[in-house]
């Protein structure tokens, strides 16, 4: 017994036995059938056994012949010959590899899945996965459309025309109707014998052409898209020749329109909860409305007003650059910048003269009033930089905090620019409007003390381009 015979036969012995462990049966034609096969090799590469002149042991699975081993006497060239048949290698090799790819496939799909809100961009990997995998001609998604029980074409590949695209189809009405009505799937391998049988003609018809003849198309298959017990949509799968799959690629596509649904289904919910999340901001953005209006009806004298400076302070805002959500936050601040007024009796707020001192107090108590009445909510909290601190003033002597220069917030810093302004601007029962240009005078004295002077020079710029403010 030559050394690499010894150790290429020891090889097949080790994988023998690794395969016995894990529990697959090996059939051995010979006397120690009954034993495993980890005992037998042991017997079987015994000292004791190498005085035998010939041995055959036949090793296979109950599919497939594995090996065929031959034992000679040490008179002989050689011990032990492993014979393993190539066409077996090649055939399992192939389907490795084949097995792997569609693992491969099913993990970037999932990967898209999990990682992407982008409905389109999922499925056009999807689709290309099973026209890759599946060997097949042409793939398309119809999604249900609730509000008109259509089927409604949402993606596809592997089409001559644009007629795919424009199909919208009643369910009960051609396959993949037939489908989204029984949620079974159909299996169509060759349409030319189904459509010899004039019962089935109808079934062809998709969006008023006959698309699958057009296309020359001879298999179908389709599958329901179903998650969560919630038929979702039809996935179609087509090919030019005739296709008769086996039952492991109808298990490959059943796995693939899983995915698609658990898709089309995360994409439906986030939909969802974005339409949710539009109709609460807007909810909110019309109860503060409310709000305000409710206020300007309060002070006759200020109605309008709160509007008017919201408008002006979000065109500031957004020609010094500020955007987004930042943008909004400043303009429901500037809408709701009064707020705390809530608080003040009507004694105080709507007193035609001076206020003194006691009643001063109170009125400067409205940005802390705002404070407390806005923090609590999450959503506006974001907001609360104007209500709370647009009376404060660039050298520190406003209040309710006494804050000093870049402290303030930007926001608050341009709207007590506007607010100032507009009421300036505005008739009040003590006064007329003033002119334009007292009034520009009158704030541009305020450059350095009450007010950001940088601000101040933006908002005379715009003024400069605004002649009707």
Sequence with gaps: MTKTDKKSFSGLAQYIMLVGIVGTLLYIFNSYESQGAAEFL??????????????????????????????????????????????????????????????????????????????????KILIDKIVSQLKVDAV????????????????????????????????GVGLAGKVAQSKERISIPDL????????????????????????????????????????????????RTVLEPSDEWFDFLETFAAQAAIAIDKASLFSDLQESNIELVRAYDTTIAGWARALDYRDK???????????????????????GEELLHIKRGALLHDIGKMGVPDRILLKQGSLNHEERAVIERHPDISYNLLSPITFLRPAIDIPYCHHEKWDGSGYPRGLEGEDIPLGARIFAIVDVWDALRSDRPYRKAWSREKSLEHIQSLAGSHFDPEVLERFIQHLDSHADV
């Excluded at 000679?72 to 090649?90: A, F, G």
């Excluded at 008023?208 to 001879?218: A, M, P, Q, T």
């Excluded at 007003?305 to 650059?321: C, F, I, N, P, W």
């Design 42 to 123: 042991k017997q079987f590469l015994s000292t004791e056994n190498l005085g035998l002149r010939f041995r055959a042991l036949v090793l296979f699975t109950p599919l497939i012949t594995v090996a065929i081993a031959y034992l000679v006497n040490e008179r002989e060239k050689y011990l032990y010959k492993v014979m393993v048949s190539e066409e077996v290698l090649k055939s399992k090799n192939e389907e490795l590899v084949a097995f792997n790819e569609r693992l491969s496939a099913l993990r970037s799909i999932d990967m898209a899945i999990s990682t992407s809100i982008d409905l389109q961009a999922t499925l």
């Design 140 to 171: 398309d998604l119809l999604l249900l459309s609730p509000d008109t029980n259509m089927l409604v074409y949402s993606a596809g590949k592997g089409f001559l025309s644009d007629k795919a695209e424009k199909t919208r189809m009643r369910v």
């Design 192 to 239: 030319n014998i189904y459509l010899s049988d004039p019962a089935n003609a109808d079934y062809i018809i998709v969006a008023g052409s006959h698309l699958l003849v057009d296309e020359k198309f001879r298999s179908y298959f389709a599958f329901p898209l179903v998650s969560h017990s919630r038929f979702l949509g039809v996935i179609e799968i087509l090919n």
């Design 301 to 323: 004298e200020t109605e309008g007003h709160s509007r008017r400076v919201t408008d002006m302070t979000g065109v500031l805002a957004e020609e010094m650059g500020i955007s």
